[in-house]
């Protein structure tokens, strides 16, 4: 792998860290705090569930809307990307 290569991961990598940081940030505390629970700790939604006192079906639904809008986020950001990276190459835009 060439070293410009490396360069553009990583300068990837932490512009898409960046951007999860600011959302995060933004990110109601309660579905920030079941996400972290969830893929830094490593636990299940059940057990989740019973730290907030809520049904694992309420939980769920905290994550997923989580989830949805993280991807949201970054659909929108790759789609800018995308757009500026075309207006460079001077494509068409589609119709």
Same mark, same amino acid.
């Given at each position: 792998m060439s070293q410009l290569h490396d360069k553009r991961t990583n300068m990837d990598? =932490? %512009?898409i860290l960046e951007l999860l940081a600011q959302y995060l940030a933004q990110m109601p505390a309660v579905q920030k705090k079941v996400l972290? @629970?969830?893929?830094h700790e490593d @636990?299940?939604?059940s057990d989740i569930a =019973?730290? $907030?006192g809520l049904t694992e079906s309420r939980i769920r639904q905290i994550?997923?809307?989580g989830v949805v809008s993280l991807r #949201?986020? $970054?659909v =929108?950001?790759?789609?800018?990307r995308l757009s500026s990276? #075309? %207006?460079v190459l001077d494509l068409p835009s589609e119709a």
């Amino acid at each position: 792998m060439s070293q410009l290569h490396d360069k553009r991961t990583n300068m990837d990598r =932490t %512009d898409i860290l960046e951007l999860l940081a600011q959302y995060l940030a933004q990110m109601p505390a309660v579905q920030k705090k079941v996400l972290a @629970m969830y893929y830094h700790e490593d @636990m299940s939604l059940s057990d989740i569930a =019973t730290c $907030f006192g809520l049904t694992e079906s309420r939980i769920r639904q905290i994550h997923r809307q989580g989830v949805v809008s993280l991807r #949201e986020i $970054f659909v =929108t950001h790759l789609r800018v990307r995308l757009s500026s990276f #075309e %207006d460079v190459l001077d494509l068409p835009s589609e119709a």
